[in-house]
């Protein structure tokens, strides 16, 4: 192991990890996106005067708690116009789960049932989000295509500030896809996220989440998915990242892709199309 001054200048965060520590990354993180978005979140953190956690599991349940920590704790040190945060322990729950993991691996059966019995079944920590939400995060994450695994990332950039948004939409259109599903002029719904000037996150993209039955064909069929995506984009000079997931009849999504929308599209099809797609979108 290097000596700390043996580490050269950078403007890249350092922080020590122990083994021990190291093995719980292993039995907490199940996807890779989440895990490498917790070490972003985790180096804005080492940036962030106002937090001093002693333990690298605090870290990770203050993540699992805010997603965007650091930025949590400068909005309550802004709020407050305090000069020191007092960060309570967020190690309890990893604390205990890993406890109970260790005792099911070296203890007998008879204790683990004991445990069980009594105490209850310990659900492992993670990451604070909708069900549907993590849904979308893993399809996407668990593609080979690096275009869905892009999304998955810049998702989880996002819901720092949207997380509200994001699972509201997606809950209460879900419920409206099955009510209108036998419908066939039911628009389908969408939600659009980061276009806004005032608060846009300039390192992400405009980022449009589209909820569609899991048999609809524009999953299969790449021209009329594109013709869909031309006539709800928001703005035709960005570069709209849309990312479609699809819900079966028991409100659990099953597909989910993405796509970018481009301006060259635009300007490679005939004036006629154009105004068709212009007016679609107004209505």
């Known amino acids: 192991m290097k000596k700390p001054n043996s580490f050269k200048k950078s403007n890249l965060p350092v922080w020590y990890v122990s083994m021990n520590d190291s093995r719980v990354y292993l039995e907490l993180f199940d996807s890779p996106k989440i895990f490498l978005n917790y070490l972003y979140q985790r180096s804005l953190a080492s940036?962030?005067?106002?937090?001093?956690?002693?333990?690298?599991?605090?870290?990770?349940?203050?993540?699992?708690?805010?997603?965007?920590?650091a930025g949590h704790i400068s909005d309550l040190v802004e709020e407050t116009d305090a000069t020191d945060i007092f960060i309570s322990s967020?190690?309890?729950?990893?604390?205990?789960?890993?406890?109970?993991?260790?005792?099911?691996?070296?203890?007998?059966?008879?204790?683990?049932?004991?445990?069980?019995?009594?105490?209850g079944l310990f659900a492992k920590p993670e990451q604070k989000m909708d069900a549907m939400f993590r849904q979308v995060?893993?399809?996407?994450?668990?593609?080979?295509?690096?275009?869905?695994?892009?999304?998955?990332?810049?998702?989880?950039?996002?819901?720092?500030k949207n997380c509200n948004q994001i699972n509201n939409f997606l809950s209460?259109?879900?419920?409206?896809?099955?009510?209108?599903?036998?419908?066939?002029?039911?628009?389908?719904?969408?939600?659009?996220?980061?276009?806004?000037?005032e608060d846009r996150i300039d390192e992400l993209p405009i980022i449009m989440i589209f909820l569609l039955n899991a048999s609809n064909k524009l999953f299969k069929n790449v021209v009329e998915r594109k013709h869909?995506?031309?006539?709800?984009?928001?703005?035709?000079?960005?570069?709209?990242?849309?990312?479609?997931?699809?819900?079966?009849?028991?409100?659990?999504?099953?597909?989910?892709?993405?796509?970018?929308?481009?301006?060259?599209?635009f300007q490679q099809i005939s004036e006629?199309?154009?105004?068709?797609?212009?007016?679609a979108r107004k209505k």
Not at 233 to 257: H, Q, T, W
Not at 272 to 279: A, D, G, Q
């Open 47 to 69: 940036n962030n005067p106002h937090i001093k956690v002693n333990d690298e599991l605090d870290h990770i349940g203050l993540y699992f708690e805010h997603n965007d920590y």
């Open 90 to 119: 967020y190690r309890g729950d990893i604390d205990t789960y890993m406890a109970r993991m260790l005792n099911k691996k070296f203890e007998d059966k008879d204790s683990n049932f004991f445990l069980d019995a009594f105490i």
């Open 137 to 160: 995060i893993m399809l996407l994450d668990n593609t080979k295509d690096v275009q869905c695994i892009r999304a998955a990332r810049y998702l989880l950039l996002l819901i720092s």
């Open 172 to 197: 209460t259109r879900a419920q409206k896809l099955l009510e209108f599903k036998e419908c066939p002029t039911f628009l389908h719904p969408y939600s659009a996220h980061n276009y806004k000037k």
């Open 228 to 265: 869909f995506l031309m006539e709800r984009v928001l703005y035709e000079a960005e570069l709209p990242f849309c990312i479609l997931s699809g819900m079966d009849r028991n409100k659990k999504i099953k597909k989910a892709d993405s796509q970018i929308i481009v301006p060259e599209q």
């Open 272 to 279: 006629s199309t154009y105004n068709l797609l212009k007016n």
